[in-house]
């Protein structure tokens, strides 16, 4: 068991380009979530998929947010058109058991729009 | 809105001694709550969690008390160690969604040799 991988773990770009994150989940995890934790607070949650499918976004994930999962494996999520207000670090989670909510974490991807 | 409050940002506690950490939630649809340990440069590490239909959980060291009346959980740790020096974060999920974590914003625990 390889835990929750997340690529890059940091990301430095200028305002207006286009960003791109990679999450591994653990293999057997059919529940994958993002969240974003800016200094100061705690993770908020930004979407959530199950397998392939997106059930559940936040008001947080603007239009220029997007993410995908195409075979209920790995995730991606992209931020086009970057701003400063965009930094901070973006957390990965995955879980399965219905019977049990705790989520596994990778280590994140730090993000600075400059 | 801050459904989930812990209004400690920190705490400094004696090594060997008890560490208690507190948190406060408003929102009555949650029904499962979990604490997570965070390093810096790390993400959230899970610690130990609690259903709503039980007041009490312990797992070695760490033990969650659930006071659902007063929408009050607290986490113990005990004997306090060096290597407990870390963000702890509270977290509520609510039944039948989608078992999206709400956090609080974090208590910096140091604990002193």
């Known amino acids: 068991d390889t835990g929750v991988s997340q690529d890059p773990r940091h990301k430095i770009t200028k305002r207006g380009q286009n960003v791109t994150f990679r999450c591994d989940p653990i293999?057997?995890?059919?529940?994958l979530y993002w969240y974003r934790q800016t200094l100061g607070q705690g993770p908020e949650f930004l979407t959530y998929f199950q397998n392939e499918a997106q059930l559940e976004k936040s008001r947080l994930l603007s239009d220029r947010f997007s993410a995908e999962r195409p075979k209920g494996s790995f995730s991606t999520l992209e931020i086009q058109r970057t701003e400063q207000g965009d930094s901070a670090m973006y957390l990965c989670a995955s879980s399965f058991n219905r019977d049990s909510y705790e989520q596994y974490f990778g280590p994140g991807t730090r993000l600075t729009v400059t | 809105d801050q459904q989930v409050k812990q209004n400690s940002p920190s705490l400094s506690v004696q090594e060997g001694r008890i560490s208690i950490l507190n948190c406060d939630y408003t929102n009555s649809m949650f029904d499962y709550f979990l604490w997570y340990k965070k390093y810096p440069a790390e993400g959230p590490t899970f610690l130990i969690s609690i259903s709503s239909i039980k007041d009490k959980n312990e797992d070695g060291r760490f033990t969650v008390f659930l006071n659902k009346s007063a929408k009050h959980l607290s986490l113990h740790i005990v004997p306090s160690q060096p290597g407990d020096s870390a963000v702890y974060f509270c977290a509520a999920s609510a039944l039948f969604g989608n078992e999206k974590l709400t956090f609080g914003t974090g208590t910096r625990l140091t604990i002193i040799p």
């Open positions: 293999s057997e995890h059919n529940r």
